[in-house]
């Protein structure tokens, strides 16, 4: 490793530098949805598992009453992961696959996408069933103008 190299390392550990990952900006072509919906359906099916999970009440033995607070906290993390790995994929969809050119085939197209991307920060911050409906029927929406434009390309 060179002199620079160790500087920068050390440099970056010294200002708690983390490293930035994105989807590239070279026109790649590879986009699809299908990533944005399987998070949607995880954040809720994480919501649903909360909301059906069974609190064993404040009698119960502290080993229960531990469990329960763990599983809790892993559900809540894993849905709130998922519901930001889908805003990032529709981020990058919006941002990078969409054209203005497709605003003709679908007028709603920012809204669409601005809504969804706001369900997401919402089921981020919440615990509610519909609103994570809400999502995955918004995901569904954007993964049905995508296979148009698709569909469109191939004309």
């Given at each position: 490793?060179?002199?620079?190299?160790?500087?920068?390392?050390?440099m970056d550990?010294?200002?708690?530098?983390?490293p930035?990952?994105?989807?590239?900006d070279v026109p790649?072509?590879?986009?699809d949805p299908?990533l944005?919906?399987?998070?949607a359906k995880?954040?809720?099916?994480?919501?649903?598992?909360v909301?059906?999970l069974?609190?064993?009440g404040a009698g119960?033995?502290?080993?229960d009453?531990l469990?329960?607070?763990?599983?809790?906290?892993r559900?809540v993390?894993?849905?709130?992961a998922?519901a930001q790995?889908?805003?990032?994929?529709l981020?990058?969809?919006?941002t990078?696959?969409?054209?203005?050119?497709?605003?003709?085939m679908?007028?709603?197209?920012?809204?669409t996408?601005?809504?969804a991307a706001?369900l997401?920060s919402?089921?981020?911050?919440?615990v509610d069933l519909a609103k994570s409906?809400?999502?995955?029927d918004a995901?569904?929406?954007i993964?049905e103008?995508f296979k148009k434009?698709?569909?469109?390309?191939k004309?």
């Amino acid at each position: 490793m060179s002199w620079m190299q160790t500087v920068t390392r050390a440099m970056d550990r010294l200002l708690r530098i983390e490293p930035l990952y994105a989807h590239c900006d070279v026109p790649c072509g590879i986009y699809d949805p299908h990533l944005a919906s399987v998070s949607a359906k995880t954040v809720y099916t994480m919501v649903k598992k909360v909301t059906d999970l069974k609190d064993p009440g404040a009698g119960a033995p502290p080993q229960d009453a531990l469990e329960y607070r763990n599983t809790v906290v892993r559900m809540v993390q894993t849905k709130e992961a998922h519901a930001q790995l889908c805003k990032q994929e529709l981020l990058i969809l919006w941002t990078d696959y969409f054209k203005p050119e497709h605003l003709a085939m679908f007028p709603d197209l920012h809204e669409t996408f601005w809504k969804a991307a706001k369900l997401c920060s919402y089921n981020k911050q919440h615990v509610d069933l519909a609103k994570s409906q809400e999502l995955m029927d918004a995901v569904g929406k954007i993964s049905e103008l995508f296979k148009k434009a698709e569909a469109a390309k191939k004309k």
